[in-house]
């Protein structure tokens, strides 16, 4: 059973530029959440996302960011017109359907440097 | 808003000494507590949680212990090795019906042989 598998591991993109982050939950999660992680720094919650709903966008900056789950595919985190303060290691974690409280299971992580 | 604090930010021990790492959190409502170990360029893995009906769990060496009273909990590690050495992160569920949780900002753990 595959692990969340999160795409690209690293992403280097120019600022200005559009980057978009990929992630595939676990077999039989139906939840995903993206937390986003600066150096040095703890992981802070963004979005949380059920397949083709937006549940919770609390933690999405109000411009730039956007994120989906559609029907078909993987998650993706999108950030546009990319600055410098978005360089940041981007994880997302699945989570089984009709859960409370329960374990998170984190990919490895999008790491995003803007130069 | 929800807030998690973690102390300390860093803690050096010597292979064989026990390490406690301390958070509070201002959620009384919070009913979910894990802890999560993060290696260099690796993703988080947790390692134990606890919840809001219980004081405590121990697994091996890890032990937990909550008290909602005063809305803190704590991780103990015993007997520690070098390769315990790692950041690890509190978190406090926030909120009802979906896993959102609050991360303290970490303790980077140094064990030394």
């Known amino acids: 059973n595959a692990g969340v598998m999160q795409n690209p591991r690293h992403l280097v993109r120019r600022r200005g530029q559009e980057a978009r982050l990929r992630c595939s939950p676990m077999?039989?999660?139906?939840?995903v959440y993206w937390y986003r992680q600066l150096p040095e720094e703890g992981l802070k919650f963004m979005v949380y996302?059920?397949?083709?709903?937006?549940?919770?966008e609390s933690g999405m900056p109000k411009e730039r960011f956007s994120a989906e789950f559609p029907k078909e595919g993987p998650s993706i985190l999108r950030i546009q017109q990319v600055v410098r303060g978005d360089s940041a290691a981007y994880f997302c974690?699945?989570?089984?359907?009709?859960?409370?409280?329960?374990?998170?299971?984190f990919g490895e992580g999008s790491r995003l440097t803007v130069l | 808003g929800e807030n998690v604090e973690q102390h300390p930010s860093t803690l050096s021990v010597q292979e064989g000494d026990s390490a406690v790492i301390k958070c509070t959190y201002s959620?009384?409502?919070?009913?979910?507590f894990p802890w999560y170990k993060q290696e260099l360029g690796k993703r988080p893995q947790l390692i134990i949680d606890?919840?809001?009906?219980?004081g405590e769990k121990k697994d091996q060496r890890i032990a937990v212990t909550l008290n909602k009273t005063a809305k803190h909990f704590s991780l103990h590690i015993t007997e520690t090795q070098p390769e315990d050495s790692a950041v690890y992160f509190c978190?406090?569920?926030?909120?009802?019906?979906?896993?959102?949780?609050?991360f303290g900002t970490g303790t980077r753990l140094l064990v030394s042989p």
């Open positions: 974690a699945s989570s089984p359907a009709v859960v409370n409280t329960g374990e998170l299971f």
């Open positions: 077999k039989g999660h139906s939840h």
């Open positions: 996302l059920q397949k083709e709903n937006i549940i919770d």
């Open positions: 959620d009384s409502a919070s009913n979910y």
């Open positions: 606890i919840r809001s009906n219980v």
């Open positions: 978190a406090a569920s926030i909120g009802t019906g979906f896993q959102k949780l609050v």
